[in-house]
């Protein structure tokens, strides 16, 4: 007698996991519809614009909206600090006056200068 198989095969599981699958494809875009549809209301309720829902451009779109449970108007919110690109240290230099802080991709004058057989050392900034 040959042995019995015991449970179910791979290609059974796979053929349950795709029906599944498209169960589930079938009910998202079921509820996505039905979200989108409740969004698309609230817009047209409220008048609301896509720069009030920070999706206008230049805006960041975590941004919090005062009309809807924001905390503080965008001119109140305390700005990041950002580094200043010219207060960084300046690492390499050329002749011609570019500069380069060594971080990041290294800029076209630098990989020029390399290219042109300096080496990183020659391009170093002095004191």
Same mark, same amino acid.
């Given at each position: 007698m ?7 095969t791979l290609a059974a ?15 998202r875009?079921? $509820?996505?519809? $039905? ?11 409220? *008048? %609301?614009t896509a720069?009030?829902?920070g999706?206008?451009k ?5 941004a919090?909206?005062?009309? %809807?449970?924001?905390d503080k108007p965008?001119?109140q ?6 580094p200043?690109p ?13 500069t380069?802080?060594?971080l *990041?991709?290294r800029?076209?004058w ?6 042109? *057989?300096?080496?990183p $050392? $020659?391009l %170093?900034?002095?004191?």
């Amino acid at each position: 007698m040959a042995p019995k198989k015991s449970g179910p095969t791979l290609a059974a599981l796979n053929a349950q996991i795709a029906a599944l699958q498209a169960q589930v494809d079938v009910l998202r875009n079921k $509820e996505v519809a $039905e979200v989108v549809a409740k969004i698309k209301e609230a817009i047209a309720h409220y *008048g %609301l614009t896509a720069a009030d829902l920070g999706l206008a451009k230049g805006t960041r779109k975590n941004a919090r909206l005062p009309a %809807l449970g924001g905390d503080k108007p965008s001119s109140q919110r305390r700005k990041r600090a950002i580094p200043n690109p010219s207060a960084r240290t300046v690492k390499f230099k050329d002749d011609q006056g570019n500069t380069w802080a060594g971080l *990041g991709k290294r800029p076209a004058w630098f990989k020029a200068a390399l290219a042109s *057989g300096k080496t990183p $050392e $020659e391009l %170093l900034a002095k004191g």
